[in-house]
């Protein structure tokens, strides 16, 4: 692999986590402006967060389904941008 495509796969990973974690905080503020979730662009952002965020949906016991909401997904977002932007800082220096 050369210099150049390790910066390409670090630019990719990078927007990869980018935009994971962009769709999770988009339904955390769908949830909190209370978005009509009969519309499907509602729909589709729930459903992709749910789905990235599965592992961390509903870990938390808050008594505030709101703060489920933002502690369980919020988790995901984070991770998610921790762990993609480490992993491409890893692929730019390597290279």
């Known amino acids: 692999m ?3 495509s390790g910066t390409t796969a670090a630019r990719i990973i990078a927007a990869a986590a980018d935009i994971m ?3 999770i905080i988009l339904w955390i503020l769908m949830y909190l402006l209370d978005a009509n979730r009969a519309n499907s662009l509602v ?3 729930q459903e992709a ?3 990235l ?3 961390s949906h509903d870990l938390f016991t808050f ?3 709101w703060a489920r909401v933002v502690a369980g ?3 995901a977002a984070v991770v998610y941008l921790a762990i993609g932007h480490a992993v491409a800082g ?3 220096r390597r290279h």
């Open 2 to 4: 050369t210099s150049r």
């Open 21 to 23: 974690a962009g769709l």
């Open 43 to 45: 729909e589709f952002v």
């Open 49 to 51: 967060a749910r789905w």
């Open 53 to 55: 965020a599965g592992w």
């Open 63 to 65: 008594d505030e389904a």
């Open 73 to 75: 997904y919020g988790l």
């Open 90 to 92: 890893g692929l730019r």
